[in-house]
């Protein structure tokens, strides 16, 4: 039997215990006992080689819901130069991007990939008198990072055609298509963009291209957010600096027609309020705004904005709070905080992490669920430190990843490059045995394509490998 079928036999009674252990599914134990029964014959199959290399490496361990610290730099130090990556062309010696906030990242099941960001005290900032430059206080640069190698690749840069407004932009993927919308430069505010930018690494990576567009676009903001539903691209909110908006602006991706379909009137009704820095969930026919806020003011989330996509209106739901948590049940008022949206079988859920309201600082995670407006403190999920201004990114198995951002720990507040992951649900058994193949055998991507699958590995995997 091949060996991913073997760990996938033996991985189906960890999983049993990880999910007696969180939900006390008490019918499974008689299966575990079975599964080990068949499980003591087909260990004994495993090759030589397999089973010294299981014996070197730790002991592999799903852990969901616990928050990870993704060590990327041991493999990026140790990582040879087979390939001529654009941070070997340059002699820069960065291997992996600088501490940051007000980025964005995005990511598919295999890659993660960050654009732009800021930190004032960026050491390229000074010049050889020793003076501050402020436009070196943003980064002008698109980074990758390889989920399987665990390294970052620099894919462009100030080199490359890049716009200038790189601070509290909006970022998505779609298919294999990353899209970047509107933004800021520094000092905040005083430029700012309302163009929109794609980039496909796998076909074109060192392009990334303005959409010519037509139509009346959202005027130039930061600190939007964005959605695709039905062939459009939905914008909301933002800021110029001084004026906060929740118009909504959608452009016709086939046609790329810009169009405003609602703008905000709050003296002849009760439309919400105009914010930045606030996330978007979304299903099939609403958009629901979590959180943001303004310069002096941060938004409630017991009471979330709705936007009715078909009746083109604006309502508000009243969400329920965590009956086991402490009182009042519900995350409080914050922005500049992540959030990212899983499909599970209870349906849509939307993971809520850190953020800030001007004076507290917060480390904690929330689930809430779409169909039941239900409020869930995910009670073994908690950022090391309270975070803020950094930004998070979800798989298609529910594997989230939070990257940089600033921390607060004792009274002060540091921009930090930390990567970290998190499963927010329990995924199939096979991503499960990938992880722990990955965890035993880290020569795996340097197997070809045609090896992998001969090894029994499915396609589906072998692809994140050679995308």
């Known amino acids: 039997m091949r060996i991913f079928q073997l760990l996938v036999y033996k991985l189906l009674a960890r999983a049993i215990d990880t999910v007696n252990r969180y939900f006390d599914v008490r019918r499974l134990h008689y299966i575990r006992e079975v599964l080990e029964i068949n499980i003591g014959t087909l260990v004994h199959q495993l090759n030589e080689s397999s089973q010294t290399m299981a014996k070197r490496k730790a002991i592999y361990a799903f852990r969901p819901f616990e928050v990870c610290d993704v060590d990327y730099r041991s493999s990026s130090s140790s990582s040879s130069g087979g390939s001529t990556s654009l941070t070997s062309r340059l002699g820069t010696g960065r291997h992996f991007p600088k501490a940051r906030s007000g980025h964005r990242i995005v990511c598919s099941d295999s890659s993660v990939y960050c654009f732009g960001g800021f930190n004032p005290n960026n050491s390229l900032a000074r010049d050889g008198n020793h003076d501050q430059r402020e436009d070196m206080y943003l980064f002008q640069e698109l980074w990758k990072y390889d989920m399987i190698r665990k390294e970052w690749t620099l894919l462009l840069d ?55 567009v037509k139509g009346d676009p959202p005027p130039p903001q930061y600190g939007q957010a964005i959605v ?69 003011a941060v938004f409630i989330l ?131 045995a990938w992880e722990a193949l990955l965890h035993y055998i880290p020569s795996l991507p340097s197997r070809t394509k045609e090896e992998l699958l001969e090894a029994g590995i499915p396609r589906q995997f072998v692809d994140r490998v050679h995308e």
């Not at 198995?397 to 002060?412: A, E, S």
Request: glycine share 8%.
């Open 158 to 212: 100030s080199n490359n055609d890049l716009p200038a407004e790189l601070a509290s932009n909006a970022m998505l993927l779609c298919g294999e298509t990353i899209m970047v919308f509107g933004g800021t430069g520094y000092p905040f505010g005083v430029n700012c963009s309302n163009r929109l930018h794609v980039c496909v690494p796998r076909r074109r990576p060192k392009d990334l291209l303005e959409v010519e």
């Open 228 to 296: 695709i539903n039905d062939n459009y691209l939905y914008s909301i909110g933002g800021t110029n600096g001084f004026e906060y908006t929740l118009d909504i602006h959608r452009l016709h991706l086939p046609s790329k027609t810009w169009e405003c379909v609602y703008e905000c009137n709050q003296n002849i009704r009760e439309d919400p309020s105009g914010r930045y820095r606030h996330e978007l969930a979304h299903d099939d026919s609403k958009i629901y705004v979590i959180g943001g806020g303004t310069s002096d």
């Open 302 to 432: 017991s009471n979330i904005p709705v936007y009715d996509i078909k009746a083109n209106k604006w309502e508000y739901m009243v969400t329920k709070p965590d009956p086991l948590a402490n009182s009042p049940g519900i995350p409080t008022a914050r922005k500049c905080h992540s959030c990212v949206q899983i499909r599970t079988d209870q349906g849509l859920e939307v993971i809520v992490a850190g953020g800030y309201d001007g004076v507290n600082y917060y480390n904690d995670i929330w689930k809430l669920s779409l169909s039941t407006m239900q409020w869930k403190k995910m009670q073994k999920s908690q950022l090391p430190y309270p975070l803020f201004f950094h930004d998070a990114a979800v798989t298609s198995d529910g594997c989230m990843h939070i990257f940089g951002g600033i921390r607060y720990n004792n009274n002060t507040n540091v921009r930090t490059d930390t990567l970290y992951r998190m499963w927010t649900t329990i995924p199939r058994l096979s991503v499960i």
